[in-house]
């Protein structure tokens, strides 16, 4: 069965700390999401990745195709970082839907 | 910046009513999704929608569900007779076609 894997589930920072997140999925996929989602509810896209590094401003995502695993750094994390982070991946050969890991769920103390 | 709108964004129906979801996709997006997540689980796939037609869907979608897109802009998710476990978050999604989906703040469905 084809599975996408977040860890770690929690994760507590203290403000200004550098974070990492992790995803790994088990077959090829054609592209993989980063998520944040927020204490209300709402859905946001920070990355899509099909190989490489992507930055935006503090963000960073990685991709390893080979290894089947992606990370999301965070650089000076900040309180307002606290978010759920989702990665959502789209098999090779399953059509264009995303299956989404269980996120791990940020909180960054002041 | 182009966005995707979500409405109601809290909805509270009775087991047995039928609930009408509705988004806007961006407006040059071709591609639309529904998802939905229960309360404390992860995001699920439901349907996705090219061309006036349904291209894929999940185990989840089953007879009570359909979508449309009734005019050039709205995108609706329709529960026929809801269940206590429709009970949900569901998003709407919409993609230009470069994969980058782009979504909604979601409708909270609550069925009593």
């Known amino acids: 069965k084809n599975e996408v894997e977040q860890s770690p589930q929690n994760l507590t920072a203290q403000e200004g700390e550098f974070i990492t997140i992790n995803c790994s999925y088990s077959?090829?996929?054609?592209?993989l999401h980063w998520l944040q989602q927020h204490p209300g509810g709402g859905i946001v896209s920070l990355f899509m990745?099909?190989?490489g590094k992507k930055k935006h401003g503090r963000l960073i995502a990685t991709i390893n195709i080979q290894e089947k695993h992606s990370s999301l750094h965070i650089t000076a994390s900040h309180p307002r970082d606290s978010a759920v982070y989702i990665c959502?991946?789209?098999?090779?050969?399953?059509?264009?839907?995303?299956?989404f890991g269980t996120g791990t769920s940020l909180t960054v103390i002041p | 910046e182009p966005e995707v709108t979500q409405t109601p964004s809290h909805q509270v129906t009775q087991m047995g009513q039928e609930v009408i979801l509705r988004c806007v996709p961006i407006?040059?997006?071709?591609?639309f999704y529904w998802y939905r997540q229960i309360l404390g689980q992860k995001v699920e796939f439901l349907v996705s929608f090219y061309n006036n037609e349904i291209s894929e869907k999940s185990e989840i979608f089953d007879d009570q569900f359909s979508v449309e897109r009734p005019d050039g802009s709205n995108f609706t998710l329709k529960i026929r007779s809801t269940k206590l476990e429709d009970s949900a978050m569901y998003f709407c999604?919409?993609?230009?076609?470069?994969?980058?989906?782009?979504f909604g703040p979601g409708t909270r469905l609550t069925v009593t």
């Open positions: 959502a991946v789209r098999w090779t050969d399953t059509g264009n839907q995303f299956y």
């Open positions: 407006s040059n997006h071709l591609y």
């Open positions: 990745l099909s190989s």
């Open positions: 999604a919409s993609c230009g076609g470069a994969y980058e989906q782009y």
């Open positions: 077959v090829g996929i054609s592209a």
